[in-house]
């Protein structure tokens, strides 16, 4: 086995730009693994996002790829002369995008529909507008009119062939499809990208940067790892489900996301979930068995230990949690649960760590029913808190009563710091915490108060828990064990690549040595 292993290593609105769990496990294998020389390509909404972490040197290069916020993928993308840039608009040519563009375009777009066809067919031909994009502009190609008569033409096919499938309500407008178009080609940004030939890839979610690996795959015969932390396509029907988008636009956005999901089960080589909670999933989206093999997450438990509580907090019954303030974390039921508590335990406080910026709408939402519930003594917005270890040991017990989720790092953190949490029963959460916490019903406040007046009563109880957490983190969830499958999966998967060069290069080795 090798010593030394290239990665590409794709992430999708989290590191090295956002804070958060999948962030956290992300330089945890940067920092643990200095023998990793990782190609890190990034997915964020936002072009003047500044690093969040501190880059370890064996990051070789960030492959920055904002959606958002550009005119020109050469503003952020491409590393490319205004020469050759200028060259690429003046051949995108009427009769270019007809001949060369079209047929792929139509086929990638088909692909959105046809749920049963053969998924490696659509990676071939994203693989094939990835090498369009490198002799003919992006911008000058998805202006044309012929892509709006195809894209339009595409997405109205279901309608004209099944008129007896939707109701008129649900017939896409001009802004539907103008919108789904625009959309769209901020979605595929990344085919703009420069995709580096590695040992292997590695996919931090099965979503859109998972394209790179595809592209890596067929361009280099790259192998492809695929971690899932909270199962992507889940949490987009959840949150396309809560928006008030039209009909079509949902429609479009499952689909286009369903479709990535598929790509990236089809390509990956080895699926590893954070729990095994997501591998059923998985197999909905026919992820074999012999591709999976879940890795969970661990925390170092020499950071994260035991602590008595701050003097500040001492004499009150105190809730914590550490939660980035946005939907998918449900506040709002949090706050909920600490207004029903507080009827039983006049004095608890309920404290939040985590970024305000991530939904600034979600956080005024919070705040007003924190108003409306008269909670102003009661729960508090904390803001970011630069050592994460001190957020636990504030408090009596941990919250967690997010809506999605894959193995919570704040699960394993607070049971390292020796607090029981009271969380709710999504993704991983009750492998975790079962036996060692109170696991509740999703959007449930009374079900979570239960929990958590059960445990604030019960010092015992409260104890007992939170030295059985502490221990179960020490044998099964430190960072070394989930370090080194990692590693090992590397190794393995670049040995692979290895192998199937030698087996390449061989006949031209024996003719000339003959």
Request: proline share 5%; charged share 25%.
């Amino acid at each position: 086995m090798t010593d030394h292993v290239s990665v590409l290593f794709e992430t999708e609105g989290t590191y090295p730009f956002v804070g958060g769990g999948v962030s956290t496990w992300c330089d945890i294998l940067v920092r643990e693994l200095p023998q990793v020389d990782y190609h890190v390509c990034a997915i964020t909404g936002d072009p003047n996002v500044k690093f969040k972490y501190q880059l370890m040197d064996n990051v070789r290069q960030v492959i920055h790829v904002p959606l958002w916020g550009t005119e020109e993928p050469a503003e952020f993308i491409l590393d490319t002369p205004f020469s050759e840039i200028y060259r690429r608009k003046r051949e995108t040519t009427t009769q270019v995008v007809e001949e060369k563009f079209l047929p792929l375009f139509h086929h990638f777009l088909q692909g959105m529909e046809e749920t049963g066809s053969d998924v490696t067919a659509y990676g071939r031909t994203i693989h094939q507008l990835y090498h369009y994009f490198r002799e003919y502009d992006y911008i000058e190609t998805f202006k044309s009119r012929q892509v709006w008569d195809v894209f339009q033409a595409e997405m109205l096919r279901p309608y004209r062939e099944r008129p007896d499938d939707f109701v008129s309500e649900e017939m896409p407008n001009l802004y539907d499809l103008t919108t789904a178009l625009r959309w769209l080609s901020k979605l595929l940004m990344v085919l703009n990208a420069d995709i580096p030939d590695t040992d292997l890839s590695h996919a931090t979610i099965a979503a859109f940067v998972g394209m790179a690996s595809v592209i890596a795959k067929l361009e280099h015969g790259t192998p492809m790892l695929l971690t899932e932390h909270g199962v992507y396509i889940r949490e987009r029907y959840i949150h396309v489900s809560a928006t008030d988008l039209t009909y079509f636009l949902k429609r479009f956005l499952i689909n286009l996301s369903a479709l990535m999901s598929r790509l990236c089960y089809t390509y990956a080589d080895q699926v590893s979930p954070v729990c095994n909670f997501n591998q059923k999933w998985e197999r909905l989206y026919s992820v074999s068995d012999d591709k999976l093999q879940t890795i969970y997450n661990g925390v170092n438990p020499d950071v994260f230990r035991p602590a008595p509580k701050p003097e500040s907090a001492q004499g009150r019954p105190t809730v914590v949690a550490a939660a980035r303030i946005f939907p998918l974390k449900d506040i709002l039921t949090m706050i909920r649960t600490a207004a029903i508590v507080r009827e039983t335990i006049p004095d608890v406080q309920f404290t939040v760590y985590g970024s305000l910026t991530a939904d600034p709408p979600y956080v005024e939402k919070c705040r007003a029913l924190a108003a409306e519930l008269e909670l102003e003594e009661t729960f508090k917005l904390g803001g970011f808190h630069n050592e994460p270890a001190k957020i636990y040991t504030e408090g009596d017990i941990n919250i967690l009563t997010s809506i999605s989720e894959g193995f919570p790092y704040t699960v394993l953190e607070a049971m390292s710091c020796g607090r029981p949490v009271v969380a709710t029963d999504v993704g991983g959460v009750r492998e975790a915490l079962e036996g060692f916490g109170v696991v509740c019903r999703p959007g449930d406040p009374a079900d979570l108060a239960q929990g958590v007046i059960k445990l604030l009563q019960n010092d015992e109880l409260r104890q007992t828990m939170g030295r059985k957490a502490r221990n179960e983190v020490l044998a099964k969830y430190r960072t070394s064990r989930s370090v080194d499958a990692y590693w090992e999966a590397y190794q393995r998967w670049a040995g692979v690549k290895a192998e199937r060069a030698a087996l390449v290069d061989q006949p031209q080795a024996a003719q000339v040595g003959g």
